[in-house]
């Protein structure tokens, strides 16, 4: 906990001379609500009756410009199967005593996936593609992907994708719907139901982008429809 908090405070610091805040009392209380979080994340870590231990941090691919990644990180892209190529970086990966590897991809908001997915019908697919991109990076098995809401906001949940048949399977069908797409040159507005309440571009699409779609041709949106139905 000291240590937590003096390496808290030597961030905060330096970060405070760089940003130079407006209101020193919403800077402040930003930070107490870190300490809060990290001092409630580093507990649940100590406590982790799994026993998974912290193993490659900050592991990257296709980003050679980026600075602290782990020693194990490729400069180049990753190619999984079906041809796409990945760039990004996970933040952590863990071993447990059984010697399985998760990847953990950490969220600092609320929880928005849902249980019991894949790749949740594409929005969420940093759980099986970080996986299989650090089986690229590393040549090892990964035998889960993990979303972990780490802070108060999140509650401290997770999302675990373990990576066996089915999503390696939902994977391949995801990078054939895309390369079709990208084939055809066809990426039509088709938003789903109520996705447009909170997009930040409906200055520029107009406010009747979902009304519109529901009269366009169902046929060509066949293989996007496809992929929203994919757990």
């Known amino acids: 906990s000291d240590l937590l908090d003096e390496k808290l405070k030597e961030v905060a610091e330096r970060q405070h001379e760089e940003l130079a805040p407006a209101i020193e009392r919403v800077w402040l209380d930003g930070i107490e609500s870190i300490r809060a979080d990290l001092r409630e994340w580093m507990r649940r870590a100590a406590d982790d009756p799994e026993h998974w231990r912290p193993e490659w941090f900050e592991l990257a ?120 797409a990208l084939t055809a040159g066809f990426f039509p507005a088709a938003p789903d139901d109520r996705e447009c309440d909170w997009c930040d571009y409906k200055r520029v699409c107009g406010p009747y982008e979902e009304r519109r779609s529901k009269i366009k041709p169902a046929a060509r949106l066949k293989s996007l429809k496809t992929l929203r139905e994919m757990p």
């Open 61 to 180: 691919f296709g980003l050679s410009d980026r600075a602290h990644r782990d020693p194990h990180s490729s400069a180049d892209p990753v190619a999984i199967e079906g041809g796409l190529s990945l760039r990004g970086s996970i933040d952590l990966l863990e071993r447990d005593p059984a010697g399985r590897i998760r990847v953990t991809d950490h969220k600092t908001g609320k929880v928005r996936a849902e249980k019991n997915f894949v790749i949740g019908g594409g929005k969420t697919l940093q759980p099986v593609l970080y996986a299989l991109a650090a089986e690229s990076v590393l040549k090892e098995k990964i035998y889960a992907g993990r979303l972990y809401y780490c802070t108060a906001a999140g509650g401290y949940e997770e999302r675990v994708v373990e990576i066996n048949d089915e999503a390696r399977a939902a994977s391949r069908k995801f990078v054939a719907i895309i390369k079709e």
